[in-house]
């Protein structure tokens, strides 16, 4: 795309989902029987060109310190009325296909993992976003080959830009 070229229109296959749309900022906090509970800062990006995908990138740090922590990047696509997939890699080299529903009216999805890649000890994730008011709320869950799905992550991000 150019550089002054004008920004694209939203894709008609996106509307459903225009709600994810921006930078988001907020905090949130982790958890998982294997390691010690700590907090995060986090930015997400929900962006798109004008086709039926949206791109996805996040990255987080520590609270206290501002230390990298993790960030993952990807893409959702919607694959029919109420549902869509995901692909997400992360930092970690673990790689994440998604299949899931969304829903426009509550302007939430849900996800859960189809495939988990390159994982020596992840089999499960589980996504959960919403958008309420004005803030986007998201539980993860992890399940390892020694603990069942649980939430490992949960997170209130406030949008920052559109």
Known sequence: MAENAPAPGLHPKLQPLAFMLGTWRGEGEGEFPTISS????????????????????????KAASGEPMHAESGYFRPTGEGSLEAVIAQSTGLAE?????????????????????????VVEIR??????????????????????????????LKRVST
Do not use: C
Not at 41 to 51: C, L, N, R
Not at 97 to 121: C, I, P, R
Not at 134 to 146: A, F, I, N, S, W
């Open 127 to 156: 996504r959960h976003l919403k958008y309420e008011g004005d803030e986007l709320r998201y539980t993860v869950q992890m399940g390892t080959h020694t603990h069942e799905a649980q939430r490992h992550l949960q997170a209130v």
């Open 38 to 61: 700590f907090r995060y800062g986090e930015e997400i990006k929900f962006s798109h060109v004008g086709k039926p995908v949206i791109a996805y990138t996040q990255k987080t740090w």
């Open 97 to 121: 296909v998604q299949k899931g529903t969304y829903d426009s009216k509550n302007q939430s999805l849900e996800l859960g993992s189809s495939l988990v890649g390159n994982a020596a000890k």
